[in-house]
Nanobody, 127 residues
Framework: QVQLVESGGGSVQAGGSLRLSCVAS????????MGWFRQAPGKEREGVAA????????YYAVSVGGRFTISQDNAKNTVYLQMNSLKPEDTAMYYC????????????????????WGQGTQVTVSS
């Protein structure tokens, strides 16, 4: 059974940083795509970043480009999201997700691209 467990969320002031982690277990994909999504109250879930293992491709939402960095440690089955220069509008529940396929530029930000999801970790940024 595939499980994804996120950690690293919390409360921070604007301009601060957080690093989210997501540990995956229960599967051994040779190549996959792992992504981070977020959902703020009253808003739709949106793709934040994604990374393909195998070819090293990464994708970012325009709203976080230059501030967030996604990385993977395949040996640990872990994906990270380093978030710098946080803004109040980054406040949301953050979810990691994975699929057994590679993402593309036209698929990474779509929720239905991903098969497995974590429970989420809350990020709150105060002004």
């Amino acid at each position: 059974q595939v499980q994804l467990v996120e950690s690293g969320g919390g409360s921070v002031q604007a301009g601060g940083s957080l690093r989210l982690s997501c540990v995956a277990s229960g599967y051994t994909y040779g190549t996959n795509c792992m992504g981070w999504f977020r959902q703020a109250p009253g808003k739709e879930r949106e793709g934040v970043a994604a990374a393909n293992s195998g070819d090293g491709s990464t994708y970012y939402a325009v709203s976080v480009g230059g501030r967030f960095t996604i990385s993977q440690d395949n040996a640990k089955n872990t994906v990270y999201l380093q978030m710098n220069s946080l803004k109040p509008e980054d406040t949301a529940m953050y979810y990691c997700a994975t699929t057994g396929n590679l993402c593309s530029g036209s698929s990474w930000y779509k929720s239905n691209t991903f098969r497995y999801w974590g429970q989420g970790t809350q990020v709150t940024v105060s002004s």
